[in-house]
């Protein structure tokens, strides 16, 4: 147990570096969640994985026991030596570390079991207390939520869909905002993740990192909520921001419940204000499933699968060769066992000398007893022989035959000039690989076929003519990583064709991906590069796609005759409701200044064509877009306009008339000199 949790130790402190490194600063927060919680889940379950021995970065290690199968064989009795007294001390300096450390396992397991029976108990206790106070105070039930009202100086919090709040503290709008940021927690299922989270340190309880994990995932939790918050409620930052400033009590709640008081406000302001991550930081993600690769193969216990028989038959001849040395020796006879040889070679090695003599005669008697022994027959050594095999050691031809491996097998492998050590056919056979399939990848000259490359694909199911597709359309970056995560992902070379002939010859594989998964067709991104805009970047095409934004709106756009656009601008648009008739229309009433901003600005204020038209026909010189807006804001018609500029006056500005408003003076007062214009 103590092994596994130091493993489980090891792993956790593995993420939380690789979090803390790549993605705390990242404004996915969903996905900061799933893999949080996924990280968790990997480092329990993967100290139980094992891991083959070829794709081990250990060692397998090995224990074999010779046992002496023939219970009669005599004992060779050894000569008695006189311990001396050095010999004695250090005998029992040996023993007595042997017994201290095994004292201190022994001390630091019963530490760990004590540590976690009282994490376990104080983990229930909370449990415990919050029922308590949910069905024991008094509470109201708000649809899918209960709100129980606490007294005293304790901190707002919520667990699954109770939330604890103390009214006389707070004023209505803080109330209310408290009452939004605990419901986002209650609908996103929080709860679960900190029951995880105090589950996993029950059982590392030891590990400061656990400690400082646990805190991470609290911490994104809160970014997340308070994201949906400013979003979905549509509540103003600075507001929100004070509120949490307001909310500063020095009682914190249990750690199993989300509270709306947390010590790091600064860093959740921060992160409200930062700006948002763009597609290209989606590879940091992507990286975990390599580093837990690594992390397997790395720590884990590796199993040689492939030698495990031929250890058996190992140990079968190890206990016969070793029975027949000790007879000898005991009887002291040496001379016998150089006589041994000629009387085993009986009908067995008869047959082998006559069907491969130059083998037969490179092997010792106990060589082609064991032989025998497993089974082999002469004939099947000389398959091996006749197609020119190299390795014809008893451990390789045991091997072999155990597997079931026959030498047309291994020909077929050296027909198309592939490495044909045992470990590799073992690897090979034991995957049901045909030489045939090596050979296809072969032929169309992939670079990588090592024996790790050729079991990924077989395992995918990834044949050659999949990889020769996609170097036929021209697409450069063939790793093993690359065309796995292609076939992951469903995608075939005619859509990457596709978004090549679009105009994306150097859309890198992330942004490939991104595409796919948004479900961006070539045509799509085809129509959008046609359009005329420039600075379309891959991540702008992504954004246009999320917002609906089709090539015939930016198309419209662009021929309406309006200067200054980017993508930045025509996203605006979209997301205004600006239309491209509305465009075209201000462009028709002959305004001079008319820039993108000046039409954002119009659509927001409400300003039809028709008042602009009218406000431009009224005969006022030298009339902006800045001064339609302020025309508009202080509700100056056209006709008001017109009944100043037919009193003929020379210095009627568009100051004026906006002065001559704000002091109420219509164009008969000026006339009349009852006001002065």
């Not at 927060?29 to 990997?42: F, G, K, M, S, T």
């Not at 029992?92 to 376990?120: D, E, H, K, P």
């Not at 209650?186 to 309880?205: C, P, R, T, Y």
């Not at 492939?306 to 027949?324: E, N, W």
Request: charged residues 15%.
């Amino acid at each position: 147990m103590m092994p596994y949790s130091l493993h489980v130790a090891l792993l956790l402190t593995a993420c939380w570096l690789f979090y803390k490194v790549l993605l705390q600063n990242e404004t996915y927060y969903h996905l900061n969640r799933v893999l949080l919680l996924a990280c968790i889940a990997l480092s329990f379950t993967l100290p139980l994985v094992p891991v083959p021995q070829h794709y081990s970065m250990r060692n397998a290690v090995i224990e074999t026991t010779i046992q002496p199968v023939n219970s009669k064989a005599p004992v060779i009795a050894l000569q008695k030596t006189n311990a001396t007294p050095a010999t004695k001390q250090t005998t029992a300096s040996t023993t007595a570390a042997t017994l201290n450390m095994r004292t201190i396992v022994q001390w630091a397991f019963w530490l760990y079991w004590c540590g976690v029976i009282a994490f376990g108990a104080n983990f229930l206790l909370q449990i415990g207390v919050l029922i308590y106070k949910a069905y024991r105070k008094p509470g109201i039930r708000d649809g899918q939520f209960r709100i129980v009202e606490l007294d005293g100086d304790e901190a707002p919090c919520s667990f699954g869909n109770t939330i604890f709040i103390n009214p006389a503290k707070y004023d209505w709008e803080t109330y209310n905002q408290i009452l939004m940021h605990e419901k986002v927690h209650a609908q996103q299922g929080h709860s679960l993740d900190l029951m995880i989270a105090e589950l996993m340190l029950v059982l590392q309880w030891f590990n400061p990192f656990a400690w400082l994990y646990r805190k991470e995932m609290e911490s994104n939790m809160e970014f997340l909520t308070d994201d949906a918050v400013l979003k979905n409620h549509k509540v103003a930052a600075e507001d929100y921001q004070m509120s949490l400033l307001k909310v500063s009590v020095p009682n914190y709640a249990m750690r199993i419940t989300t509270n709306y008081n947390q010590s790091l406000l600064k860093r959740r302001i921060m992160m409200m204000n930062t700006k948002r991550s763009n597609i290209h930081s989606v590879w940091k993600y992507v990286m975990l499933a390599p580093f837990m690769i690594i992390m397997l193969c790395g720590f884990n216990e590796p199993v040689d699968t492939s030698i495990t028989p031929l250890l058996t038959a190992a140990r079968k001849v190890g206990s016969k060769i070793s029975a027949t040395l000790m007879a000898d020796t005991a009887k002291g006879i040496k001379q016998k066992s150089k006589l041994a040889a000629p009387a085993q070679q009986t009908a067995t090695q008869t047959r082998l000398i006559a069907a491969a003599p130059s083998i037969a005669n490179t092997l010792s008697p106990e060589a082609v007893q064991a032989l025998d022994n497993a089974g082999i027959t002469a004939e099947y050594v000389k398959s091996f022989k006749d197609i020119g095999y190299k390795d014809l050691s008893v451990t390789t031809l045991m091997g072999f035959d155990n597997a079931g491996i026959t030498a047309d097998y291994v020909k077929s492998f050296m027909k198309i000039g592939y490495n044909t050590e045992p470990a590799t056919i073992h690897a090979f056979d034991n995957a049901g690989i045909a030489a045939q399939y090596v050979k296809g990848f072969m032929d169309i000259k992939y670079p990588d076929v090592s024996l790790a490359t050729i079991m990924a694909f077989d395992n995918s199911g990834i044949r050659a003519s999949y990889v020769k597709s996609f170097k036929d359309i021209g697409f450069k970056d063939l790793s093993v990583a690359t065309i796995l995560a292609f076939d992951n992902a469903g995608l075939g070379a005619d859509y990457v064709k596709g978004l090549m002939k679009a105009g994306l010859k150097d859309l890198s594989v992330a942004g490939i991906l991104s595409f796919d998964n948004a479900g961006i067709s070539a045509d799509y991104a085809k129509g959008l590069l046609a359009s005329g805009l420039n600075g379309l970047t891959p991540s702008m095409l992504l954004a246009f796609d999320n917002a609906g934004i089709s090539p015939d709106y930016v198309k419209g756009m662009m021929a309406s005759g309006l200067s200054g656009l980017t993508p930045a601008i025509v996203s605006a648009f979209d997301n205004s409701g600006v239309s491209v008739d509305y465009v075209k229309g201000l462009i028709s009433t002959g305004m001079k200044d008319l820039t993108p901003k000046n039409v954002l600005l119009f659509d927001n204020a409400g300003i039809g064509i028709d008042y602009v038209k009218g406000i431009l026909g009224a005969g006022l010189k030298n009339v902006t877009a800045a001064n339609i807006i302020q025309f508009d804001n202080a509700g100056i018609s056209p006709d008001y306009i017109k009944s100043f500029v037919k009193l003929g006056l020379k210095d009627i500005t568009p100051a004026a008339i906006l002065i001559n408003n704000q002091k109420g003076a219509s164009a008969a007062d000026v006339k009349s000199g009852t006001k002065k214009p």
